[in-house]
């Protein structure tokens, strides 16, 4: 199994700035995906940042210049840091794996598998 054990967020004021953490365990040999998602009230739960293989990131428009998100180089460690923070970014946020599971020698032995963390509330005042 992956554990997925998120710290950071809390309260902050209209343009403030938050840490998000995401640390990552378990018995995955490699990592497709990592990401944060957020859900506000009301609303569906969307990606706000990612990161693929290879190392690329994506954005949400809505935080592109304001939100950043890198990991270690060991994969271990999801961070998303929040600048010049908005009440609309008031939500609860959730990292995401997409690990390869099995036995990393036979493909045909591994399989994809895709793990939450707790989630963590971050409340922007105006």
Do not use: H
């Not at 270690?72 to 690990?99: H, I, M, W």
């Amino acid at each position: 199994q992956v554990q997925l054990v998120q710290s950071g967020g809390g309260l902050a004021q209209y343009g403030g700035s938050l840490t998000l953490s995401c640390a990552a365990s378990g018995n995955f040999f490699s990592v497709s995906s990592m990401g944060w998602y957020r859900q506000g009230p009301g609303k569906p739960r969307a990606l706000v940042a990612g990161i693929n293989s290879g190392g690329s990131t994506n954005y949400a428009d809505s935080v592109k210049g304001r939100f950043t998100i890198s990991s270690d180089n060991a994969k271990k460690t999801l961070s998303l840091q929040l600048n010049n923070l908005r009440p609309e970014d008031t939500a609860v946020y959730y990292c995401n794996y997409v690990v390869r599971m099995g036995n990393p020698r036979d493909i045909l032995q591994s399989y994809e598998a895709e793990f939450w963390g707790q989630g963590t509330q971050v409340t922007v005042s105006s």
